[in-house]
């Protein structure tokens, strides 16, 4: 979709601020927000996705990366009827009564979140890629209203494929739960003067990662 | 942030309503909440990659298999882990410098560098380091030679990208926990040189 999160390339948004020593969590509520995400089941990665992609562009903005990862995930209990706004507000006001609540104490020794293996992303698939390594490609003009990984800026854009992964799990379906439909991944690199005419810098280049529904042949 | 302020106690009221909520029906449980905090504080974080580095510093063959199976190699050392299902090593080299980004999201290789800092998942990262890269590291404290070329990884799909800094000069006979020391999360990214 086009939306606030695709930013490659935008204009406006000033310095690049670092903060010194930076803690992993700043806030208590962030780390929260990060572990209920990481152990609620059923988690699809590319619906999360979307699902922040979805919010409203100022809140996007407006939120930070943690306030837009609590804001999508309570999108989706809502939507999946899990829990209600008015139970939430419920909630906080029983909260609010008690003075403190109780933390939960720490288990040391807590076996309650496993890492699980990693989840590869690369599935078997009967046809051969489309284009090979050296090939040169033209990213289509695919700009759905769903998800999509083909970022705006390299849309319609000249490359060289780099490098060729094997079939992966196809966002733009799997976000919208029409199944894996898994498509050639590749590496495709790309001249910063194709991609940002005479503003480019001087000896550049951007690859992106591409599935092969985003390329054709130049 | 004060993390004080009125928006950010409703933030944290409505966050410990919804985890007890949760908790309540048996989908969320706060040991195990707690268990991935301690996990991302304590397990994983830049020390991960350094070791990575290091050790393809010291050893070639190591090296050579980090740079054509990024994967593979990572988890010879153990390192397989969320958002590092598929990683891809990038090796900096006298006239190339390499820099990751994640234009769409904040995707970053987890396993090996921990959680991402704010300035990566920031807007002003996100939108300039494709289009101004050269710009965005010299103000980030890393100025290029206009000779050297800028490899941006903007991380599009699900490979995670780490870089390979160029061994510093004067490091030999150095062992792999002292090489480990040497090398910064920023230059894992691509944003420092060290």
Redesign the interface.
Same mark, same amino acid.
């Given at each position: 979709m086009n939306g606030i999160?695709?930013?490659?390339?935008?204009?406006g948004?000033?310095?690049?601020?670092?903060?010194a020593n930076?803690p992993?969590?700043?806030? @208590?509520?962030e780390? =929260?927000?990060?572990?209920?995400v990481?152990?609620? *089941?059923g988690g699809n990665?590319d619906a999360g996705?979307h699902s922040?992609e979805r919010l409203d562009p100022v809140a996007y903005?407006r939120n930070g990366?943690y306030?837009r990862w609590?804001a999508a995930?309570?999108r989706s209990?809502i939507a999946f009827g899990?829990?209600t706004e008015d139970?939430?507000r419920a @909630?906080?006001r029983? =909260?609010?009564r008690r003075s403190k609540?109780i933390r *939960?104490v720490?288990?040391e020794s807590?076996?309650?979140?496993q890492?699980?293996?990693?989840?590869?992303?690369?599935r078997q698939v009967d046809r051969p890629p489309l284009f090979r390594g050296g090939q040169a490609v033209r990213t289509r003009n695919h700009q759905p209203a769903g998800h999509t990984?083909?970022?705006a800026?390299a849309r319609c854009r000249r490359g060289t494929i780099v490098?060729v992964?094997p079939a992966?799990?196809y966002?733009d379906d799997h976000a919208h739960g029409r199944g894996e439909n898994p498509q050639y991944?590749y590496?495709v690199r790309f001249d910063g003067r194709e991609?940002?005419g005479g503003?480019?810098?001087?000896?550049?280049?951007?690859?992106?990662?591409?599935?092969e529904p985003y390329l054709e042949p130049a | 942030?004060s993390?004080h302020d009125h928006d950010?106690d409703a933030?944290?009221?409505?966050?410990?309503?919804?985890?007890?909520?949760?908790a309540e029906?048996g989908?969320?449980?706060?040991?195990?909440?707690?268990?991935?905090?301690?996990?991302?504080?304590e397990d994983v974080?830049p020390m991960n990659g350094a070791r990575v580095v290091a050790r393809a510093w010291l050893d070639p063959a190591y090296k050579a298999r980090l740079l054509a199976d990024g994967t593979a190699a990572v988890a010879e050392l153990g390192y397989?882990?969320?958002e590092?299902?598929?990683v891809?090593v990038v090796e900096n080299q006298p006239g190339v410098h390499n820099v990751v980004v994640c234009?769409?999201?904040?995707c970053y290789p987890w396993?090996l560098l921990?959680?991402p800092?704010?300035?990566y998942?920031?807007?002003?990262?996100?939108?300039?380091v494709?289009?101004?890269?050269?710009?965005?590291l010299a103000?980030?404290g890393l100025d290029l030679s206009?000779?050297?070329?800028?490899?941006?990884?903007?991380?599009?799909?699900?490979?995670r990208y780490l870089v390979l800094p160029e061994r510093p000069p004067g490091t030999d006979g150095l062992s792999e926990e002292e090489l480990a020391a040497l090398v910064s999360r920023d230059a894992m990214i691509g944003v420092a040189r060290g």
């Open positions: 999160h695709d930013m490659g390339g935008l204009h948004f000033g310095r690049v601020e670092v903060e930076e992993v969590f700043h806030t @208590r509520w780390a =929260r927000v990060f572990g209920m990481q152990s609620l *089941p990665i996705r922040l903005l990366y306030g609590l995930m309570e209990l899990v829990v139970d939430i @909630r906080m029983g =909260r609010r609540a *939960p720490r288990n807590s076996t309650a979140w890492r699980e293996p990693v989840a590869s992303y690369a990984r083909l970022p800026y490098s992964h992966m799990v966002p991944l590496t991609l940002w503003s480019a810098e001087p000896s550049t280049v951007v690859h992106l990662d591409l599935f | 942030m993390g950010e933030i944290a009221l409505r966050v410990e309503a919804l985890e007890s909520l949760l029906k989908l969320v449980d706060p040991a195990a909440v707690d268990e991935v905090i301690r996990h991302y504080e974080g397989a882990g969320r590092g299902a598929h891809r234009s769409l999201c904040s396993s921990g959680l800092p704010s300035w998942k920031s807007p002003a990262y996100r939108s300039r494709v289009r101004e890269p050269r710009a965005v103000e980030m206009p000779s050297v070329e800028i490899r941006v990884w903007d991380s599009s799909a699900e490979v």
